[in-house]
């Protein structure tokens, strides 16, 4: 296949998921609209379709409750091949949704679409669009503030492994432990119908799955009430890097628009986070990891959400010294960067989700933030991989960071949108 070829098969797959103003991350195993999937997707779109691009961000802030809450899943439309589908969560909006948020990233998507715009010369058609989300996406990220970091650590915490949008990544195993699963009931699972179990979280993780939104659910998703209480809380270091550059962003808009106030609210929320994520650090190992806030203990894990830190805009000799010699050593252990779980893990597992495979759209942050960071090679080697993958096995969930083996969903929106974003 050439790079024509491929181009036209991410823009295929795009118009295949499209249900008209959001996509679909996979007709079959996600059908409806995910929050984190429809910001990478925008990017996607915006490589060939603006206006559409733009819709798809509208249409997830359209899904926003009033307290700045978006969640992860919006169910535009009935499914049934889905689970745990909208009456198992009961939030009762409209419309239905999740009661759980995943990692901010739409602010800095939003701050590239904005980009493109002006320099299409479209400012004017998209300024009030730009505007109106600005003030969605600030919504969220107080919504974060007051809700996601309960002892105001400049960090996120993840009331639940979905809203990390890495689901079963080992990091979430111990803080796991605690939750009380005996209430569960019986139900099936729809995911494994659609795909080998083993490439799935095992049933034990969905069992704690459930026991969180069980416990949201008997809270009426009253997120203060949920912060304080809730039974997992662990600040995820992908979440909280992601939120910090999504902040970034958000302050480069402000001061475009002429926000002043909000400006400086929101440079007041970079300097917390900025001093606060130190508390992620890990020094014994060297690596940023995420921290359970009610063990207080670090993870230890080295993911590849650990490597986000330069995504993050953070600068440190040491800390990046350190970092990029994990990068080193995991890069001589496998053919693809970059793996979900360091591959010297021993919990490490080729295609199972979040324990082992390459996704697309963490290396595409991981590569940006190393490109901005001046680190040329530790870029060009995520870029080159990441494109490798999908050229010679499809445009999958994810893949196998050993032998390039697609891991769970063909066709998959955001690896698609990848594709096109990386041109
Ligand atoms: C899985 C992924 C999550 C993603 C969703 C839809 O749950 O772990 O990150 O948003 O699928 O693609």
Same mark, same amino acid.
């Not at 969220?140 to 970091?149: G, I, M, N, S």
């Given at each position: 296949?050439?790079?024509e070829?491929?181009?036209?098969?991410?823009?295929?797959?795009?118009?295949?998921?499209?249900?008209?103003?959001?996509t679909?991350?996979?007709?079959?195993?996600?059908?409806?609209?995910?929050?984190?999937?429809?910001?990478?997707?925008?990017?996607?779109?915006?490589?060939?379709?603006?206006?559409?691009?733009?819709?798809?961000?509208?249409?997830? /802030?359209?899904?926003?409750?009033?307290d700045?809450?978006?969640?992860?899943?919006?169910?535009?439309?009935?499914?049934?091949?889905?689970?745990?589908?909208?009456?198992?969560?009961?939030?009762?909006?409209?419309?239905?949704?999740?009661?759980?948020?995943?990692?901010?990233?739409?602010?800095?998507?939003?701050?590239?679409?904005?980009?493109?715009?002006?320099?299409?010369?479209?400012? @004017?058609?998209? &300024?009030?669009?730009?505007?109106?989300?600005?003030?969605?996406?600030?919504a969220?990220?107080?919504?974060?503030?007051?809700?996601?970091?309960p002892?105001?650590?400049?960090?996120?915490?993840?009331?639940?492994p979905?809203?990390?949008?890495?689901? !079963?990544?080992?990091?979430?195993?111990?803080?796991?432990?605690?939750?009380?699963?005996?209430?569960?009931?019986?139900?099936?699972?729809?995911?494994?119908?659609?795909?080998?179990?083993?490439?799935?979280?095992?049933?034990?993780?969905?069992?704690?799955y459930?026991?969180?939104?069980?416990?949201?659910?008997?809270?009426?998703?009253?997120?203060?009430?949920?912060?304080?209480?809730?039974?997992?809380?662990?600040?995820?270091?992908?979440?909280?890097?992601?939120?910090?550059?999504? !902040?970034?962003?958000?302050?480069?808009?402000?001061?475009?628009?002429?926000?002043?106030?909000?400006?400086?609210?929101?440079?007041?929320?970079?300097?917390?986070?900025?001093?606060?994520?130190?508390?992620?650090?890990?020094?014994?190992?060297?690596?940023?990891?995420?921290?359970?806030?009610?063990?207080?203990?670090?993870?230890?894990?080295?993911?590849?959400?650990?490597?986000?830190?330069?995504?993050?805009?953070?600068?440190?000799?040491?800390?990046?010294?350190?970092?990029?010699?994990?990068?080193?050593r995991?890069?001589?252990?496998?053919?693809?960067?970059?793996?979900?779980?360091?591959?010297e893990?021993?919990?490490?597992?080729?295609?199972?989700?979040?324990?082992?495979?390459?996704?697309?759209?963490? !290396?595409?942050?991981?590569?940006?933030?190393?490109?901005?960071?001046?680190?040329?090679?530790?870029?060009?080697?995520? &870029?080159?991989?990441?494109?490798?993958?999908?050229?010679? !096995?499809? /445009?999958?969930?994810?893949?196998?960071?050993? @032998?390039?083996?697609g891991?769970?969903?063909?066709?998959?929106?955001?690896?698609?949108?990848?594709?096109?974003?990386?041109?």
């Open positions: 296949m050439t790079i070829d491929l181009d036209q098969g991410a823009r295929d797959i795009l118009a295949a998921n499209d249900r008209g103003g959001y679909v991350p996979n007709g079959r195993v996600y059908p409806f609209q995910w929050n984190w999937d429809s910001a990478f997707v925008a990017l996607g779109f915006d490589t060939f379709d603006r206006p559409r691009a733009w819709a798809e961000v509208e249409t997830l /802030f359209k899904a926003q409750w009033d700045g809450f978006v969640p992860h899943i919006v169910f535009w439309q009935e499914d049934e091949g889905y689970f745990p589908g909208p009456q198992v969560w009961d939030t009762r909006r409209t419309p239905v949704s999740s009661g759980i948020t995943q990692p901010p990233v739409a602010a800095s998507m939003v701050a590239i679409l904005w980009e493109n715009a002006k320099a299409a010369g479209e400012a @004017d058609t998209y &300024r009030p669009r730009v505007e109106l989300l600005f003030d969605q996406l600030l969220w990220h107080r919504w974060f503030r007051d809700h996601r970091d002892e105001g650590r400049g960090v996120v915490v993840a009331m639940h979905w809203e990390t949008g890495r689901d !079963n990544s080992p990091e979430w195993d111990a803080p796991g432990e605690p939750i009380d699963i005996s209430n569960v009931g019986e139900y099936v699972r729809r995911d494994t119908g659609h795909l080998d179990a083993k490439m799935r979280p095992t049933k034990l993780e969905y069992d704690r459930l026991a969180l939104v069980q416990y949201g659910r008997a809270q009426n998703w009253d997120h203060a009430k949920i912060s304080q209480g809730n039974p997992f809380k662990v600040a995820d270091v992908g979440m909280s890097m992601m939120l910090l550059r999504a !902040n970034r962003d958000l302050l480069t808009m402000a001061l475009d628009l002429g926000r002043t106030n909000e400006a400086a609210e929101i440079q007041h929320i970079i300097a917390t986070a900025e001093s606060g994520i130190e508390w992620l650090w890990n020094s014994e190992k060297q690596a940023w990891c995420s921290r359970d806030l009610i063990s207080g203990k670090s993870s230890g894990f080295i993911t590849s959400a650990s490597f986000l830190s330069f995504y993050a805009g953070l600068s440190d000799p040491v800390k990046d010294t350190a970092m990029l010699t994990h990068f080193a995991i890069g001589s252990k496998v053919e693809y960067m970059l793996p979900s779980l360091d591959p893990d021993p919990g490490f597992q080729m295609i199972r989700y979040w324990r082992g495979p390459v996704w697309a759209v963490v !290396n595409y942050m991981v590569g940006k933030g190393l490109a901005e960071a001046g680190y040329d090679a530790e870029a060009a080697r995520i &870029r080159k991989d990441t494109l490798a993958l999908i050229e010679k !096995n499809g /445009f999958y969930e994810a893949f196998s960071p050993v @032998d390039g083996t891991s769970g969903g063909d066709d998959f929106s955001w690896t698609a949108a990848i594709w096109l974003a990386l041109g």
